[in-house]
């Protein structure tokens, strides 16, 4: 309850400092998107995307896989056990 007092009374001069900053408004136009996705649709049209997909899932996969991995590692030599 004393935490959360204390917490409280952080974020609402958090709050009031933010409120301070002027508001930000982004005006962007979309002809960029449009050829992007005009660029990115003929080349989806040209290469076998069942193929890619595939390949980019088992990239995907073999990451995350050796990501776990190290972080497994990593917990395990700060384990004092040995």
């Not at 004393?2 to 933010?18: D, K, P, Q, S």
């Not at 997909?53 to 700060?78: C, H, M, Q």
């Amino acid at each position: 309850m004393i935490a959360e007092f204390f917490l409280n009374i952080i974020f609402a001069l958090v709050e009031g400092m933010f409120s301070i900053l002027p508001d930000i408004s982004w005006d962007v136009g979309t002809g960029v998107f449009s050829s992007f996705l005009d660029v990115l649709s003929c080349v989806c049209y040209m290469l076998p995307m069942g193929t890619v997909s595939v390949i980019a899932g088992l990239t995907l996969s073999i990451s995350i896989f050796r990501a776990v991995i190290a972080l497994v590692k990593t917990i395990w030599d700060l384990l004092p056990i040995v």
